[in-house]
C-alpha cells in the first residue's frame, strides 16, 4: 500500500478536483459530500500535473522570449543590461501569447483573452524570470557567454530547469485558489 502525503493532497485544504466540482455543484449537495474522498486521492495527481502543464506552458513562452531577445541583443552588440531586459520583455510577450492564442481558439474577443492571459500568467512569468535571470547572473561567465558558446546554453537549459523547479510549486498553490492558470482551465 501506498504512503500519500496529506500535503499532497490538499492545496490549502481544497483540492482541485473538489474545488472545480463545488462550482459546477450547488454548495450543500450531499452526493459532493459522500464522494469526497475518493476526489482527493485523484487530486493530488491532478494538482501537480495541473501545475507542471501550467508551468511548462509558461517556460514554453519564456523560452522563446528570452532565446530571440539574447539573440537580437547579441546580433546588435547590445551589452547585458539591454539584452536581458529586451529578453525579459519578450519572454512575457511570448507568455502572454501562448495563452492568449488557446483562449482566442475558445472565442474569446482579444480584449477578454488578454485579460485572461495577464491574470493566469502574470505571477508565473515574473517568478520564472526572476528565477531564471538570477542564475544566469550568479553562474560564472554566463553573463559574458555568446550564442556559439557551450557555456551559453549550458546556463540557459539550467536557468530553466531551476525556473520550473521554483515555479512549479507556486502554480500549484494559485491553481489551488482558482487563481493563476486555473483561469484558463475552462477555455481548454
Known amino acids: 500500500m501506498a504512503v500519500v502525503d496529506e500535503s499532497a493532497i490538499t ?12 462550482q459546477s455543484e450547488p454548495h450543500g449537495h450531499h452526493e459532493h459530500h459522500e ?4 476526489h482527493e486521492h485523484r487530486g493530488a495527481t491532478t494538482s501537480w500535473s495541473m501545475a507542471a502543464q501550467a ?9 522563446i522570449g528570452e532565446v530571440v531577445g539574447m539573440a537580437i541583443g547579441t546580433a546588435l552588440a547590445w551589452h ?15 507568455g502572454y501569447s501562448l495563452t492568449m492564442r488557446g483562449v482566442l481558439r475558445a472565442g ?14 502574470t505571477v508565473s512569468i515574473t517568478i520564472m ?11 560564472p561567465g554566463a553573463m559574458d557567454a555568446t550564442l556559439s558558446d557551450a557555456l551559453f546554453w549550458l546556463s540557459l537549459a539550467l536557468s530553466f ?9 507556486v502554480n500549484r498553490w494559485m491553481i489551488g485558489r482558482g487563481k493563476g492558470h486555473a483561469v484558463v482551465h475552462q477555455y481548454h
Open 108 to 121: 474569446l474577443d482579444v480584449r477578454s483573452a488578454l485579460r485572461v492571459a495577464l491574470a493566469a500568467d
Open 161 to 169: 530547469v531551476v525556473a520550473f523547479l521554483v515555479t512549479t510549486p
Open 129 to 139: 524570470e526572476l528565477a531564471d535571470n538570477a542564475t544566469i547572473v550568479v553562474f
Open 80 to 94: 547585458n543590461v539591454p539584452t536581458m531586459i529586451l529578453a525579459i520583455v519578450l519572454a512575457f510577450v511570448f
Open 35 to 38: 464522494h469526497h474522498g475518493h
Open 11 to 22: 492545496a490549502g485544504g481544497t483540492d482541485m478536483r473538489q474545488h472545480e466540482h463545488a
Open 55 to 63: 508551468t511548462l506552458h509558461c517556460l514554453t513562452g519564456c523560452a
